[in-house]
């Protein structure tokens, strides 16, 4: 088997039987918008709202063409046209003969061209418009009759942009008369987790009847080698592999691969076929929560909590992390160095586990690979998102091939720890339920093909919560800390904090006279910092917040400063609370980790394409497996108040950790540091919090609006936490920050 | 195709090699307990604790044995052993042979004996001991790894006596060449409910490729009839039934059902072979209750209730119904009267639905003939309850064929409203979760044969509620009135109010020197009156709550009085708070119907075998579709106290009800009745209550120790209602009632 490479041109035209007048050259594995958008000169889409340029350009239809010479076939052999993935709707035409009209972007084509070869040659992919749900007004929820991710049709932090054409690895392949496909190793694990009860089973053409072999190797040995008859269905007989090394996370042991082959042998033993790939050996589980099943108490009762701790090799551990969305508007451009570089980042910020949202794209192989390699567990959603999705039969038939097709590439992966439908679809605004047929189906289809790994209908179920979105609640006149030091759920698995982003990230796409005072122009409200959710609110810059802490910014630097400071404070404390409940809790995962184009403002922790904002720092330091870690009761404090916060030990790990002694430490100001005392801790139990004392202070004069609370180990300086407060002074008069008075004190 | 009957004979061994050592004469379908019962004499099991006379019997090896001529076969003709259900595990031999072992009561048996017939032949059932999982204290818990219906391992109403044997109809058939056997129109109803779109599948043997025909008859009148060819799976092209007369609920409109008759025609035209059954249609939905989706409220927020509301035809219908057990304790012995008795019961209580509970059987072919002729929903569970049911393969794998058994035989029956996996497996007592395979199989198999009919994994479920089964909490110092004014869920699908049986019933139970005082003697206790559930409680009989509101009773006519007052008042008082909370709230249905045995005291409104408890009659008036109700605060009032209670309108019809004028009276013992208000309603909207004035008044001086309250509807008195209230004058010596003084006035 080998590939050969395919020159691709794309035209367009305004209908189906419309011939594209020109072709021009087109980048495959790419989007047709970014082909024609290159031929027009390359205008940059990031900058104010230039993405308009796009508008309508989802109407069209366009027709990718290659041409190719025949290649020599041997006997026996054929020539496969092989794409990883076509979006969305598509005709495959080959030398004028239509071939194929598919649906769906996830499902791999695999198309048999030898019986229609010529000397010369003429593939054509024609790419249907963009699909809308008749009736629809112009949102997400033209999504709603399709597998195509929702996030494209707009969303309060991603332009509508609907990417087109061929996002994946394209290319003809010559084929032998023995063909190994993909294969893949179905294990389950014993009660010990000291013995892999392996089910191979190898996709491909003339295998039946034949010797096959399954091979493992370890740092590049072979300790393992099975051979048997390879049945009807591609399946091996079973075999036991003693004494796997485990998969891990990263935090909790190392993410072991095996190398794995699988081979078809001929009379002699001789292979004819191989085909390499990996293994991880790991038995992931979603468990009831610890405490879940007291609850409820009293009679009439309904129900325990559903499950929400994931269980890695029989340890029950806390989820870390954040929701990953598409990393770029198109993904026909994402590669492997661009998820690395995200992955690699996720993984140093001591995340575990990371929410692939559901309104957002299945992502590629790539993907898949380094969360393997790197122990962080992917928690997959279906490409269903906030919109109701019918029981309707072409809808199911749709969802039934790509969800197969996506279940099948992904259930070899290690990292894989949970699937679930979709996102929000059990509240007002999706208004699904477990009687809708597309999440029955789900369930089912994950049973039955991937039946060990964990599945859930959607998120947030009964238990677990989305939100808040906000530093401050200016309605409910709650902060973050007060909002959250209320809440108690299993699972925290969407919360955001917004910020600004970088002075120098908002000059490349803001005009430079629009920069400051920020103000309602086009490019601020294109890039979702002022009123990109709802109209009464201020999303996601929320200067009415941040005024209210601080005051008018005078300068833009003091804004960004500001607003980066909030939400690096805001996620500490979510974060920290979710880690302090546990083990009724157990996950926290922030909205959201990444973006997909450069916003002047979002809850994410990383500016496009990877920069960390301060909050990434912070959460960094939160997520630490052992630190320690204040409470508070709010953001504001003010001079002569009684200013207290808890201390806690908060231990992820399940080795032994050595007792310390921490000093609380508070400083303002023009002030010296105040220590309010020590807390000389004990070993913890593995995996199990410390709670501490109390510390408490009468707060005293100090300048400027912020104060430092750092709670200092003595022993390990790298347990050691440090927390900005804001600060009002009684000297300060309260016009300037534009405060109701009854706030303070 | 003819069936012939057969003689069985019984024996019974210690072990599988053991052969019995003597036969005795059988009842079939019926329970191997008491065929040998029967010939030790029929003691009668029900009096005392007679019951423990089949101790032990449950761990021996059954064989039934029939002897039979060979029947006269013509060409192409076989000969049959059916059987419609074996209880559990067993063996089937056939002059000598072994054909088949089986484990699982409700999957048919159907196995070709023709090829093994001699002159003289003889039927081996060799019925195996009750399952019970290994190392199991002796409880249900013994019964979580089989599906086998729990109760009968014992529960808090049922005594433990696990019947064994043939428990359903069983006999040899002559089959044709061409043999018809089940068939199902599979349909689906339009959107305007106007025409039904219907795919006839027929099983049997020798129909691929010839035509077959499907016909509906309405009055015997022939109103549609369809041909078509027979494909490999059964199958006829399906077709449209325009204008199908729907299926109701009796209280909604008429259960209309259609008789069709599938047959299979020869080149000619003429029929070889046909089968008739019946179809009614209706479309059933579980959909999201009213005011569901504008919960929670604030972030961080869960997801809203999942549906508890059945939508039929169209219509939100309130579920009024009760929990049905097992009528008797050997299946077996239950026929079409004796579900037929029980069934017009419900009818005549207004009741639509009824909840098979997953504690006891799926019950006979007739149960479910029944419910579709009165217009009864069946919420039918799955053989699952209060335990945790394993991921296992084996059991996996039992669970698979009778579900898919239970499936095809139910789906048929217009009647069938919801499917259900289980009873509180979802609750500390069963700690089954989402997560469980047994509920992801019944899921995905509900949905591959069934996907019309709802399906939930158990109940409670998030936002619907089980309990309270007491009157009174003597722990939380409630009565039932208080407890249920502070719930509110989406669907009460169990709660309990329990009362002695008659004395009539009694004695015929209890011994006549233990009937009273009622004290702790076997025969009360193996009736469940004492200490049945907790040791810490003293239920069913719940001696302390009767004494707290009326003092020692002198006789027991006088405890049975009372007790079964408090039932019949405290269930009033729990459908009527249900009813009052529509729309979110959409059932009411309590724990439970009937039962198994003559209790001396449980929460059924039936006495054992079918005799209706006063707190029948009361719920009966409950439940009326159009009524008037009070709505109380608690049970117990004083002299002296200010009284009051709401008035509603309980209207659950959707035709127009006319307005009318209630007078709200007061009436004590040794008093006038005391008009406190009238209240001229208007016209409700259908299907909605109207929220009445509330009604108040100092409490006078009467004698005795209750009260009466009535609501007279003067236009329409079948609206009427009436209650019954505790009482207690300030002359009485608190002495009397051993009631803490702080609860009173």
């Given amino acids: 088997m080998h590939t050969l490479p395919l020159v691709w041109e794309l035209g367009r035209s305004a209908n189906a039987e419309e011939k594209p007048a020109e072709f021009i050259p087109a980048q495959v594995p790419g989007a047709v918008q970014l082909d024609f958008l290159r031929a027009q000169g390359g205008k940059d889409f990031f900058f104010a709202d230039n993405f308009h340029v796009f508008d309508g350009w989802e109407d069209l239809f366009y027709t990718y063409r290659a041409r190719f010479e025949v290649p020599v076939l041997k006997d026996g052999q054929s020539l496969y046209f092989v794409s990883k993935g076509i979006d969305y709707a598509y005709d495959i035409f080959f030398n004028g003969k239509k071939l194929f009209s598919v649906e769906g972007m996830f499902a791999r084509v695999q198309c048999d061209l ?75 694990l014993n009660d010990a987790l000291n013995c892999a009860h392996v089910s191979a089973v190898i996709e491909g053409v003339g295998l039946a009847g034949r010797m096959g072999r399954v091979e493992l190797f370890d740092a590049g040995h072979c300790v393992f080698s099975h051979d048997g008859k390879i049945a009807h269905d591609g399946s091996l007989p079973a075999f036991n592999f003693p004494n796997p090394k485990l998969w891990w996370t990263h935090d909790h042991g190392a993410p072991h691969l095996y190398k794995a082959r699988a081979s078809v042998l001929d009379e002699t033993g001789e292979r004819l076929a191989q ?86 794209i299945v992502n590629k192989e790539s993907f898949y690979e380094l969360a393997d390699e790197k122990g962080i567990l992917i928690w997959q959603e279906f490409p269903l998102a906030c919109n109701q999705y019918p029981d309707d039969p072409h809808y199911l038939s749709v969802l039934e091939k790509e969800a197969r097709a996506i279940i099948l590439r992904l259930k070899k992966h290690a990292c894989l720890g949970l699937w679930c439908g979709g996102n929000e679809l059990f509240n007002s605004w999706g208004k699904m339920t477990e009687q809708s047929l597309a999440l029955r189906l789900l369930g089912a289809l994950t049973l039955q093909l991937d039946p060990t790994t964990p599945f859930i209908p959607t998120s947030p179920l009964m238990g677990m919560a989305h939100g808040h979105y906000l530093f401050r609640d200016m309605q409910q006149d709650e902060d973050v800390f007060e909002i959250f030091n209320r809440a108690r759920h299993t699972a925290y698995t969407e919360f955001g904090v917004s910020s600004l982003a970088s002075v120098e990230s908002l000059k490349k796409i803001i005009p430079q006279d629009e920069l400051f ?121 003010s001079q002569g108040e009684e200013f207290s916060f808890e201390l806690w030990l908060l231990n992820d790990s399940f080795e032994k950790t050595t007792p310390s002694t921490v000093r609380a430490l508070v400083c303002g100001v023009g002030g010296e540091p105040i220590e309010l005392l020590q807390w000389a801790y004990e070993t913890p139990a593995p995996n199990a919090n410390l709670r501490g004392p109390t510390a408490r202070l009468r707060l005293p004069h100090w300048e400027g609006d912020r104060f430092t609370v750092r709670l200092e180990d003595t022993k390990h300086p ?16 309260s016009a300037a920050h534009n405060t109701p008075t009854a706030t303070l004190n």
């Fill in 114 to 188: 030898t019986a229609y070869l010529r000397a010369q040659n003429e593939l054509l992919v024609r790419v249907h418009p963009a699909p809308k749900r008749a009736g629809a007004a112009v949102s997400r929820a033209q999504a709603d009759h399709s597998v195509k991710p929702a996030v494209s049709y707009g969303w309060d932090w991603h332009p509508r942009v609907i990417p087109l054409g061929i996002w994946d690895e394209t290319f003809l392949e010559i084929r032998e008369a023995v063909h190994l496909g993909e294969f893949s190793l179905n294990y389950t």
């Fill in 517 to 637: 005072p920020v103000r309602e122009t086009p490019a601020w409200k294109a890039h979702h910092a002022l009123r990109a959710w709802k109209p009464e609110r201020n999303e996601w810059l929320c200067p009415e917040a941040i005024d209210y802490y601080f005051g008018t910014a005078p300068t833009l630097e003091t804004l960004v400063e500001r607003s980066q400071l909030m939400q690096a404070q805001g996620y500490k404390g979510i974060y920290e609370h979710a880690r302090r409940q546990k083990p009724y809790c157990a996950m926290a995962l922030n909205w959201c980790y990444n973006e997909a184009w450069p916003c002047a403002a979002n809850n994410s922790l990383l500016s496009y394409p990877a920069e960390p904002k301060p909050a990434y720092e912070a959460v960094r330091q939160s997520c630490r497996p052992v630190c320690l870690s204040a409470r508070f009761e709010k953001f504001l404090w």
């Fill in 275 to 360: 085909k390499s790939g990996r293994v991880g050996f790991r038995r992931i589980r979603l468990v009831t929560n610890e405490g879940a099943w007291d609850e409820p108490l009293k009679f009439p009762k309904t129900r325990s909590a559903p499950p929400a701790q994931l269980e890695l090799n029989g340890r029950a551990i806390f989820a870390k992390g954040s929701n990953w969305v598409n990393p770029e508007i198109f993904p026909g451009t994402l590669t492997r160095e661009r998820y690395d570089e995200l992955l690699c980042l996720a993984k140093d910020a001591h995340f575990n586990c990371l929410r692939v949202w559901g309104g957002g």
């Fill in 718 to 733: 790298a347990r050691s936490s440090q927390y900005v407060l804001a600060y009002r002074a009684r000297t300060q008069t």
